[in-house]
Structure formats: structure tokens, C-alpha cells
């Protein structure tokens, strides 16, 4: 039997290789949310009713904004902090947080995802990606999860179900290692999000 040989690849093609691989599960998640009626969004409470739980929560000088440490809390307010803080003061006040929150009426309830973990520039495999929508915002807030694979991306999943995306919100992201080291990130999923519909964490 005769095998044609075929040359080797340089970084750039395998890059290549990686990214197109990336792009088609992310047509596949898009896919799935669109005909997919098995993700089932949390309640979410209240805009109003949410931004003051923030502030309940992340507020431990109790004077009625989020700043600096306070913030750092919750690393999903602190991603979307350019997106919150409307008067670009550094703060987030309950009236911002709410406004931001309401602008999610507007916008598709499921938001397709591809998400990819990388250690520096080169994929990480078997690290467990886990996304939890922020409590001040949802009733009984779900948990997304995923191993990566080889080339770091992940499929996610909940409740045994498998998602092409997730709900519209603001989550807690924790990535744990084969090793066991953990990583806290935050996200907000959201249309006008710039991270878009793909989601890449560089540990």
C-alpha cells in the first residue's frame, strides 16, 4: 500500500489549523441555540431590585457605590466595569448597575458561545471551566461546565445537558487545572459584549 506523505507543518498553519477548527464549533453552538430548546434561563430578579443586592453584597464600606476593592470582588462587574460606569468616575453606583442590566431586555436571552483556554499561547487541555451567573442578579443561579480538550476548547454544559451558549449576564468564571491550581475570571455575556460570541482565557 502506498501513503502520500505530506509536508510538515509550520506553527502558523497549525495556528491556522486551530482557528478554523475554533470557527466551525462555534457555527455548531450557533446552531444548537438556534434550534435548541433545552436551555432554560434563570430568573433573573428585577434590574433595580439586582443593583442594590450588588451593593448589599460587594459594599463593605456601605457608602453606597462600588470602588476599587470592592469591585475586584466580583470579577464580572470588574470586566464590564466600561460598559457600567457611565460617568467614567471608577464607581458603580445602583443606578448604573441597573441600567445596565435593563439593556439585557433588549438583547437575545441565549447568546451562542465558543470558549478556548490557553496556557500563555499554547492551548491548555483537561482544565475544568465552570461559569456561574453573579447571585445579586439571579434567582437560583446554574452552573455552566466543561473540560477543554487539546486544543483547549470546550464544550459546556448543565444539568447533564449539553448548550451551545449561555444566558445573558454576568458570571463568575473558575478554571481549575489537571493539578488542581484554580483561576478566577469574570465574563459578561451580552451581544454588545467585545468579547463577542468567543471567549478565550489566557492563564
Known sequence: MKYRRFPLLSRGMVRQGHDLLAGMALVYAVASVGCSSQ???????????????????????????????????SPALATAMDRIDSNNDGKL?????????????????TVPLSVRVRLGT??????????????????????????????????LATEGKSVGGL???????????????????????????????RIVFSL
Do not use: C, H, W
Open 39 to 73: 436551555l432554560d434561563p434563570p430568573d433573573r430578579y428585577a434590574p433595580e431590585d439586582a443593583a442594590q443586592r450588588a451593593l448589599e453584597t460587594y459594599d463593605t464600606d456601605q457608602n453606597g457605590q462600588l470602588s476599587g476593592g470592592e469591585i475586584e470582588q
Open 93 to 109: 453606583s445602583s443606578a448604573e448597575i441597573a441600567e445596565r442590566l435593563k439593556a439585557y431586555d433588549t438583547q437575545a436571552s
Open 167 to 197: 444566558p445573558v449576564g454576568l458570571y463568575r468564571v473558575t478554571i481549575t487545572r489537571a493539578g488542581g491550581e484554580e483561576y478566577v475570571r469574570g465574563v459578561e455575556v451580552a451581544e454588545d459584549s467585545p468579547d463577542g460570541t
Open 122 to 155: 499554547r492551548p491548555l487541555e483537561m482544565a475544568t471551566v465552570e461559569f456561574v451567573q453573579e447571585e445579586f442578579a439571579v434567582a437560583e443561579p446554574k452552573a455552566y461546565s466543561g473540560i477543554s480538550d487539546s486544543l483547549g476548547a470546550v464544550s
